[in-house]
């Protein structure tokens, strides 16, 4: 027999106190304290006299491979590390009107399409509601199941039912059970429903898509233990007023993390991109100062992307302004300190702007090197070297390290038709050497040590 105690819970966190506070001590957060009635079971007297579960040796296991469902969305399929691995429960998040719903129906009928039987839960819109979405995906005959329903008890017993491969939920902050006693959406509601869906997902086999909505910070809502609970955590991003999108993973059992796949909305939907880079440089201006093309990796992806940079003077006085889009500003603000003392150029009394197009957020030091050269060329107006990639990490004293991976960044380059790439030094003479010295058939290769060795080369 439970018995109900009152419970304040933090709504970023899932911090538990036993009276409310104004400041959540778990995370900091103010005002995220709610009242939360949990019922909790009372001790098993008998419980230390039930047996010990089964034990099994690891070198008795018998491998076997797991047959993964294709969605038939490539680039969906590359971000869940091949496909859906059945009895996986994956979160998908991402900011209102980005396109969550759009792309789990688009892989539903898809689903269907291919033989599966597919269920659509819809906790926020009606079922004429998915059927106008349909229409406008050009899939309107599509023998998909569809249930508009928040009750967790009823859609449990709707999949116990109709015993579908994939369920989708949209969105779990709908979903409730009555006997909680609390408001849907609700630190409580949302732990335990999930809870229940990956213990439906791992008995029956079937697998889950689950969407989430985000905070104002771009974060999933609720506690972190909801990420921390489910097998793949999946955030869809990009700007609405521009036409592409890009679903990435944050955490994956089965797969690569920090996967991308490139979308771009179209008037049936979300539609793949096949070449990101060719999208991405497809407006790259020609001999203009402080424009590079960076070579990133993006999970087991490479992706070419310009990196721009604006250097004015500051005419208003006061501290200049510094502003980084798709960058990190620590790391941008460390790079113009690396210029200015390595390598002499005055930039205290000028505005720097820098900016990655297309809206590609940058965040590993390999594209240092490109930001560095960028401003130098923006400063100096002079343009680089026609053609060329630039790639490295600059250190505080202004030294260029070597990057990972190099091997798939060179590829991508000459794919797209690039002659000329600047590297570190210490790349040629790794593990790549060898691989390198192929490519020199293709790309003219330069390598580097310094940030003032690449000024010097790199610069018309």
Known sequence: MGREKIVYVCSECGYEAYKWVGRCPGCGGWTTMAEERV???????????????????????????????????AEL?????????????????????????????????????????????????????????ADRLCQPGVPLLVLAETEYDRIAAAIAKNSPGVVVIDSIQTIMKSELGSVPGSVVQVREITASLVQLAKTRGTSFFIVGHVTKEGTLAGPRLL???????????????????????????????????IFSMGPCGLDEVQNPSAYFLNQRPQNMAGSTVVPIMEGTRPLLV???ALVTPSYFGGVPRRTATGLDYNR????????????????????????????????????????????????????????????GEIGLTGEVRPVNR?????????????TRCILPQANLSGNSGSYIKEMEKELKITGISTLAEALDIALI
């Open 227 to 261: 990420e921390h609970m489910v097998d793949c955590v999946l955030y869809f991003e990009g700007d609405r007023y521009q036409s592409f999108r890009i679903l990435r993973s944050v955490k994956n059992r089965f797969g690569a993390t920090n996967e991308i796949g």
């Open 306 to 308: 310009e990196i721009q």
């Open 332 to 391: 941008v603000a460390i790079i113009i300190a690396v210029l200015e003392k390595r390598s002499g150029l005055q930039l205290a009394n000028c505005d720097i702007f820098t900016n990655v197009a297309g809206g590609v957020k940058i965040m590993e030091p390999a594209a240092d090197l490109g930001v560095g050269l960028s401003i130098a060329s923006s400063f100096r107006d002079r343009p680089l070297l026609q053609e060329t990639m630039i790639v």
């Open 406 to 418: 190099i091997e798939e960044r060179l590829r991508e380059g000459a794919k797209m038709g690039f």
């Open 77 to 133: 399929d590359r971000v869940l590390g091949g496909g859906i691995v059945p009895g996986s429960v994956i979160l998908v998040g991402g900011d209102p009107g980005i396109g969550k719903s759009t792309l789990l129906l688009q892989a539903a009928i898809k689903l269907v399409s291919g033989g599966c039987c597919v269920l659509y839960v819809a906790g926020e819109e009606s079922l004429e509601q998915i059927k106008m979405r």
């Open 39 to 73: 019922s909790r079971a009372t001790p098993d007297k008998a419980a230390g006299a039930r047996p010990p579960g089964e034990l099994t040796s690891l070198n008795e296991i018998e491998p076997h491979a797991v047959m993964r469902l294709s969605t038939d969305i």
